[in-house]
């Protein structure tokens, strides 16, 4: 109970923080309808049938008239609550709500997007600001609950405290009894997770217009759509097997408690009252009749808010888990002396799981102002190794230096900032032109840095497309947007190198999915951009890398060979194999277009 409350209590304070008059008005509102609704019907069948039966018409009507009043006002502060208050809460605590998982993802260890459980604990956090706002109707609903049972129970103390203790008995019954439902119904949606996660990527898939050239020219429709049937004839599954256990539990809930004790008890002890003892009126019979239903409905939506406070707090913890995730990567506070410094990598071991190692004992040494190379098959540890670097990891064994010192001893946010870094995978954004170049906030226009101009100059697309700083990329999130080709998404990832201006530059393959053309061009800018500075190039393209000052050769985790290309070339190394193998199928291609130039 206790961690129930807690998990309640957390949105409750954001509410109380952001939105208080919203919060007061829901839980008041609630109470007030309740209280309405008694007068409105209990009391009013009383005070009807045992006037007429007295003919005392005049107070009757007056007292009704009262009672209708009070509802109309009730009915339009309820009106103005819906359309004025509930829609703009509800955006204010979505922007509120969304920002705080937006600022926890941002500092999430990168290993934790490599597990799949981070995968299914986002899918709770994306419904976030329903589960705050069914969190806040639970409790408003729990409230109004207690008010309508407060006021038909002094009804019932009033007129037949025995029925009182008939319609609590069955509340008892029925709350046991749902809670085996409500587990049944939590085990169902907890199953079923992964199945929807898995429909939801591949409705992503075929809702994006990345995919669907790929999709048209090869078929795949028929294995994406196999998948997606498989996915949905699991999740059918599991619905039918939760289905008919609920089918058993819901029939022995309803006969027992709905029609023995609920119909058949107090209607037998509400008859013997009227009939037998003359300790009831019709009309008190009539009111009672109602107010049974009323007060055992309002007992069975303690139950359910109770239970769902039960359900709603496995869901809000989820949450919760997500927005406590902390960093490992533990940080210093020194900062770099000097940018131009070297690099040095002693007995780097890493692995993503113990029974493959990475990287196994791994020694490097790289000189500021060098262009560095390091070369390997997939899956050798190219990429690993730049994620080392840049400490999105850190490895299991061995340290990384940098100006002498451990990099786990630097600003782990200035340390990265040291560096210029393009991946494979080059992402635009649906942003302005010049955001995707400076990846920060909007600068005034009317003082643009020179290097700003630079890296735009290098953007013939610029002036060849008729594009200028507020330009959008991609048209998913403005219909106005440009899309751009490969070649011109590389020339923006140039254009954040020249206007980063750092002293260290790192590629991850960027250039692997251009052709030959576009690779050379890319690579001649790049070259001419990192002169005076570190560049370190992963490839398994190894033409994009002979003209570096130095070469690391990596293979299973280790360097096995080093130095310069016609060293290397010179020895018949295990790169001379590489580099001549390549040769054969792509040199005499990239030789002729070199020549153009």
Known sequence: MKRILKNHTYFYKIFLSHQPIYFIA????????????????????????????????????????????????????????????????????????????????????IKHFENPELFNALTFAKDITGKAFESLRCLSSLLGCIAGILGLSSMFLALSPISLIIVIITFILDFILRIFVNKSEFKYEADSVSYNRQKSYLERIFFSSKFMNEIKLNNLDTFLINK????????????????????????????????????????????????????????????????????????????????????????????????????????????????????????????????????????????????????????????????????????????????????????????????STLFQDLNIYAIPLINNVIMDQVISKENVAPQLLKAMEHLKIKEDRGLNFDTVLSQEYDENGTELSKGEQQKIGVARIIYSNKDIIILDEPSAALDPVAEYEFNRKIQSVAKG?????????????????????????????????????????????????QASKFFDYESETIKKY
């Open 26 to 109: 829901t839980l008041l509102q609630n109470v007030l309808r309740s209280l309405s609704f008694i007068l409105l019907l209990q009391y009013s069948i009383l005070i009807v049938v045992d006037g007429i039966n007295n003919m005392n018409i005049l107070p009757v009507m007056f007292q009704i008239l009262l009672i209708f009043a009070f509802s109309v006002i009730l009915s339009f502060t309820q009106s103005l609550f819906d359309y004025k208050l509930d829609g703009i809460a509800r955006e204010k605590m979505e922007y509120i709500l969304f920002k705080d998982v937006f600022n926890v993802i941002k500092n999430i260890d």
């Open 228 to 419: 997606y049937d498989i996915a949905n004839k699991a999740l059918l599954k599991q619905k039918r097997k939760n289905a008919k256990s609920l089918f058993f539990l819901n029939g022995f809930v309803d006969f027992t408690v709905n029609f023995l004790i609920s119909s058949v008890v107090y209607n037998l002890v509400l008859v013997y009252q009227v009939v037998v003892t003359g300790t009831l009126s019709i009309g008190a019979y009539a009111a009672l009749y109602f107010a049974s239903i009323s007060l055992l409905g309002r007992l069975r939506e303690i139950s359910s808010s109770i239970q769902n406070f039960g359900r709603l707090s496995l869901y809000i913890e989820k949450i919760r888990d997500v927005l406590s995730i902390k960093s490992e990567l533990k940080a210093g506070n020194n900062e770099l002396t000097s940018n131009k410094c070297e690099m040095l990598m002693q007995n780097i071991t890493f692995y993503y799981d113990e029974a493959k190692y990475v990287l196994k004992n791994l020694n490097l040494h790289i000189q500021f102002g060098k262009r560095v190379a390091i070369v390997g098959v997939n899956g050798g540890g190219k990429s690993t190794l730049v994620k080392l670097i840049l400490r999105l990891y850190d490895p299991v064994e061995g340290y990384i230096a940098v100006d002498g010192k451990d990099i786990r001893q630097f600003d782990l946010q200035k340390y990265r900032l040291q560096f």
């Open 533 to 581: 500075k570190t560049l370190i190039m992963i490839s398994h393209r190894l033409s994009t890398t002979r003209n570096a000052d130095h070469i690391f050769v990596l293979h299973d985790g280790r360097v096995i060979e080093e130095g310069n290309h016609e060293s290397l070339m010179a020895n018949h190394s295990y790169y001379e194999k590489m580099y001549t193998m």
